[in-house]
């Protein structure tokens, strides 16, 4: 058996979302946007330069086992 709140609260937030909310957020947004400042956008190469060397890593950040180099022939 499924409690209550497991199924008024979905068909709540669905409503909200559904109806509600296209009204609510243009008079709620310019308030919610002086409270709460958005933060400037990270550049490119900011990324690049926090996650490092990825070099003799595989997908996981883990050291693989082996050579690193990546051959361009097929193998048989």
Same mark, same amino acid.
């Given at each position: 058996?499924?409690? +209550?709140?497991? +199924?008024?609260?979905?068909? /709540? /937030?669905?409503?909200? #979302?559904?109806?509600? !909310?296209?009204?609510?957020?243009?008079?709620?947004?310019?308030?919610? $946007?002086? +409270?709460?400042?958005?933060? $400037? /956008?990270?550049?490119?190469? !900011?990324?690049? #330069?926090?996650?490092? &060397?990825? #070099?003799?890593? &595989?997908?996981?950040?883990?050291?693989?086992?082996?050579?690193? !180099? +990546? $051959? *361009?022939?097929?193998? *048989?």
């Amino acid at each position: 058996m499924v409690c +209550i709140p497991c +199924i008024v609260i979905p068909v /709540l /937030l669905w409503v909200y #979302k559904k109806f509600l !909310e296209p009204y609510l957020y243009p008079l709620v947004a310019p308030f919610v $946007s002086r +409270i709460w400042p958005q933060k $400037s /956008l990270q550049q490119p190469g !900011e990324q690049t #330069k926090a996650k490092g &060397d990825c #070099k003799g890593a &595989d997908v996981n950040g883990l050291p693989t086992k082996g050579s690193t !180099e +990546i $051959s *361009d022939k097929k193998k *048989d």
